[in-house]
C-alpha cells in the first residue's frame, strides 16, 4: 500500500473569523431600527416621541446584549446573522403590536409581548449556555417523539377557542403547548432518518419509478406522524398539521435524497386537505371565506377578516401609509395575532413587506447553509428541520393573508402576538446557532509530521 503523499493530503480547512464584532454591530442597528419605528409610531399618533422610548430601547438593547454575550462565551464561531435578524424581527412585532394597542385603550398585548420575549431570550441564552454539543439531542429522540405527542393532547380537554382546541387557559394565561411540539418534532425526525437513512433510501419494494422503504423501517415514524396529525385534527388546528405534514415530507427527502417523497407529500397533502375541508365545519368556513372573500359584502354584511385584510395591503402600495397611519385595526380581534402582516403591508407597504419577507428568507437560508457545512447527518438534518419549520410557518400564514391559500390560524413568527410562539421561535434560533457555530468550528488540521514521505529507492 502506497504512503499518502502531501499531494494526497486535503486541503487545510479555511479559518473563518469568528465575527463577533459584526454581530454586536448589527443588533446596535437592530435595536436602533427598532426604537425608531416606535419613535415614529408616537409621532404619527400623538405629535410626540414617547417618554419612554428611551427605556423601551434600554430594554431591547440589555436583551439583545445579553443573547450576544452567551453567544460569545458559548459558541464563538456561530453564525453572526441569525441573533440579529431575530432581534429586528422582535422588536418590529413589538411596534407594530404597541402600535395595534393604541387603537385599543384597554390592550396591553405589548407589554405582555415583551414580558414573553424576555422569557424567550431567557431561553435562548440558557440553551446557547447547556448544549455544549447538538450531538446529544439525538439519544433522546424517541424521548422527543413521546413528549410532543402528550403535549399535543394536553389542550383536548380545554375548551376551544376561535374554533380551536388548541389553547390551555389558567389564571388569566394563556398557553400553546403544541408549539414546543414542532421542535421536539424536528429532534424527532432527525434522529430516526439519520439512523435509518441507508435503509430509507435503498431497501423495499420499486412501485413505478418510486423505491419504498420496508414497513419495519418507515412503520415507526409513519405511525408517530399520523398520531400527531390525528390529534391536530381532533384539536381543529389545519395550519399545525400542515405545518408537520411539510416537516416529515422534507426531513424525509433530504435524508434519502429522492424526489418521489414531495410528488407523494403533495398527492397526499392535497388529498388531506380537501377531505378535511369538506368534512370539518370549522375548516370547511375558512376554505369558503378563501374562495369568496367579498360575499360578506355582497350580502350586506360588511368585510370578513380575509377581505379587510386584502383592503389593508392595497391601502399601502408600494411605500405605505406609515406606522401608525393604517387602519388594519378593523380586521378584528386577530389583527394582532394572525393578521399582524396586514399592518406591516398597509403601513410599511410592499417595499417594508419585502424586507420583512427577505429577513425571513436569510433566516431560513443561514439555517441551511450551516447544515451544508455540517458533516454529520443527525446534525444536518436537524437544522434543515429547524430552518424548514420557520419556512413553512412563513409560507402558510403569508399564504393566508393574502388568499393564496385558506387560513390557517397561525402566529407569524417573532412578529405576531403569542407568547409561545416568540418562546419557541427563540429556541429554534439558538439551536441553529449551536449548529451553525459546530459548521464553522475550524477543523483541527493535518499535521505535517504525519505525512510519510515518498521512498524514491535511490540512496
Request: proline share 6%.
Amino acid at each position: 500500500m502506497t504512503a499518502p503523499t502531501a499531494a494526497d493530503v486535503p486541503p487545510p480547512v479555511p479559518r473563518l473569523a469568528k465575527r463577533r464584532g459584526v454581530e454586536l454591530s448589527l443588533l446596535v442597528c437592530a435595536v436602533l431600527v427598532s426604537v425608531y419605528g416606535y419613535a415614529g409610531v408616537g409621532l404619527a399618533k400623538s405629535g410626540a416621541v414617547p417618554p419612554d422610548a428611551t427605556r423601551h430601547g434600554a430594554g431591547l438593547g440589555l436583551l439583545a446584549l445579553l443573547a450576544h454575550l452567551a453567544v460569545r462565551k458559548r459558541a464563538p464561531h456561530a453564525d453572526p446573522l441569525l441573533l440579529p435578524i431575530a432581534v429586528l424581527l422582535n422588536g418590529l412585532g413589538l411596534v407594530l403590536i404597541h402600535r395595534l394597542d393604541l387603537e385599543t385603550p384597554h390592550s396591553g398585548a405589548a407589554a405582555t409581548q415583551l414580558v414573553w420575549s424576555t422569557i424567550g431570550v431567557g431561553l435562548f441564552t440558557a440553551v446557547v449556555l447547556a448544549l455544549r454539543d447538538h450531538r446529544v439531542l439525538q439519544r433522546y429522540a424517541y424521548l422527543s417523539a413521546a413528549s410532543a405527542l402528550a403535549l399535543m393532547a394536553v389542550p383536548i380537554p380545554f375548551p376551544a377557542v376561535n374554533g380551536a382546541k388548541i389553547w390551555i387557559r389558567a389564571g388569566g394565561l394563556s398557553f400553546q403547548p403544541g408549539e414546543f411540539a414542532k421542535i421536539l418534532f424536528a429532534v424527532f425526525f432527525a434522529g430516526y432518518l439519520a439512523a435509518n437513512r441507508h435503509a430509507l433510501a435503498y431497501t423495499g419494494r420499486r412501485v413505478w419509478r418510486l423505491q419504498l422503504p420496508t414497513g419495519r423501517v418507515l412503520g415507526p415514524i409513519v405511525a408517530i406522524w399520523l398520531l400527531s396529525v390525528g390529534l391536530l385534527v381532533l384539536e381543529r388546528d389545519l395550519g399545525t398539521s400542515l405545518l408537520f405534514f411539510g416537516l416529515f415530507v422534507i426531513m424525509l427527502y433530504v435524508a434519502t435524497g429522492r424526489t418521489g417523497w414531495i410528488a407523494v407529500g403533495l398527492l397526499l397533502a392535497a388529498a388531506g386537505a380537501a377531505a378535511v375541508g369538506s368534512l370539518e365545519p370549522h375548516v370547511h368556513s375558512r376554505v369558503q371565506d378563501w374562495l369568496h372573500p367579498f360575499a360578506s359584502i355582497e350580502a350586506g354584511q360588511g368585510p370578513g377578516q380575509l377581505a379587510q385584510s386584502l383592503f389593508a395591503f392595497a391601502a399601502g402600495g408600494m411605500l405605505g401609509t406609515g406606522l401608525g397611519a393604517g387602519h388594519s385595526i378593523l380586521i378584528g380581534f386577530a389583527a394582532k395575532s394572525d393578521f399582524i402582516l396586514a399592518t406591516a403591508g398597509e403601513e410599511l407597504g410592499l417595499a417594508g413587506l419585502t424586507a420583512v419577507f427577505l429577513l425571513y428568507a436569510l433566516l431560513v437560508a443561514r439555517g441551511y447553509h450551516a447544515a451544508l457545512a455540517l458533516s454529520d447527518p443527525f446534525g444536518r438534518l436537524l437544522a434543515v428541520g429547524l430552518a424548514s419549520i420557520l419556512a413553512l410557518q412563513v409560507f402558510v400564514i403569508a399564504g393566508g393573508v393574502t388568499g393564496l391559500i385558506p387560513l390557517t390560524g397561525m402566529a407569524m413568527p417573532f412578529l405576531a402576538q403569542g407568547g409561545s410562539s416568540v418562546v419557541t421561535n427563540w429556541v429554534i434560533v439558538a439551536l441553529l446557532i449551536r449548529v451553525s457555530d459546530s459548521a464553522r468550528t475550524p477543523r483541527p488540521a493535518v499535521e505535517s509530521d504525519a505525512i510519510t514521505p515518498v521512498r524514491t529507492g535511490s540512496r
